[in-house]
């Protein structure tokens, strides 16, 4: 029972660099979600996804792209990496809508030098 | 503009010590509610949620949280803490975002609970 699978847990990159945060769940939900964690801001919304092939962006998409080939995968891919998007990733998946509550995966702390 | 406010930035308690963490939202409509919790380098965990019924909801590890309407309130208590519930709580609830509906967190109080 893995619920949602974030890798890696720890990451640093160099300005400009690209790479992708992988999120996978193993509940069949269709609703999966990306969000950026900042100190005093809370959580902010990425991008999401209702259902395989449907994505949409969320609150702060500049600088982010993600797919949703199968309703298990939704990676989050940084194109060139910037300092401003040091942050703690959480991806979150959720049967329907809200109506159930969130599962998180555990998180990916990127640093971006 | 649909908004959570936490007001608490930081909580520090002892041990047995009664808590109570003010979570307010600015927008009516339908309320769905939420409580969560992140222990120290984990993910966040759902404590408790509100979406309609007995306003006071009673969540894991003895919280509950009461949904007060006509306060635009929906603080989060415990009757007595212990060391192990150190963590950051975020209070959240649902707003429509395109084809779904998105949470807007608060800013997060931190508690510290002293033994």
């Known amino acids: 029972n893995a619920g949602v699978t974030q890798t890696p847990k720890f990451q640093v990159l160099k300005t400009g660099q690209s790479m992708t945060l992988q999120c996978a769940q193993d509940?069949?939900?269709?609703?999966m979600s990306w969000y950026r964690q900042d100190p005093g801001m809370g959580l902010r919304l990425i991008h999401y996804?209702?259902?395989?092939?449907?994505?949409d962006q969320g609150e702060v998409p500049n600088g982010y792209n993600v797919s949703r080939s199968t309703t298990e995968d939704f990676p989050l891919r940084l194109l060139s990496a910037a300092p401003s998007q040091t942050s703690v990733y959480f991806c979150?998946?959720?049967?329907?809508?809200?109506?159930?509550?969130?599962?998180f995966g555990s998180g990916t702390r990127l640093t971006v030098v | 503009a649909q908004s959570v406010s936490q007001h608490n930035h930081h909580v520090i308690l002892s041990e047995a010590a009664s808590l109570e963490l003010g979570c307010n939202y600015s927008?009516?409509?339908?309320?769905?509610l939420f409580w969560y919790v992140q222990y120290p380098g984990q993910h966040l965990q759902l404590l408790l949620k509100?979406?309609?019924?007995?306003?006071l909801v009673k969540g894991i590890k003895g919280f509950e949280a009461e949904f007060i309407k006509s306060k635009f309130s929906f603080n989060l208590r415990k009757p007595s803490v212990q060391w192990s519930d150190t963590a950051e709580y975020f209070c959240?609830?649902?707003?429509?975002?395109?084809?779904?509906?998105?949470?807007?967190f608060g800013t997060g109080t931190l508690l510290a609970v002293q033994p």
């Open positions: 959240a609830g649902t707003r429509r975002w395109g084809a779904t509906n998105k949470l807007i």
């Open positions: 996804s209702v259902g395989a092939g449907i994505t």
């Open positions: 979150a998946s959720t049967r329907d809508k809200l109506n159930y509550g969130y599962t």
């Open positions: 509940m069949n939900h269709e609703y």
């Open positions: 509100y979406f309609s019924g007995d306003p």
């Open positions: 927008y009516g409509g339908t309320v769905n």
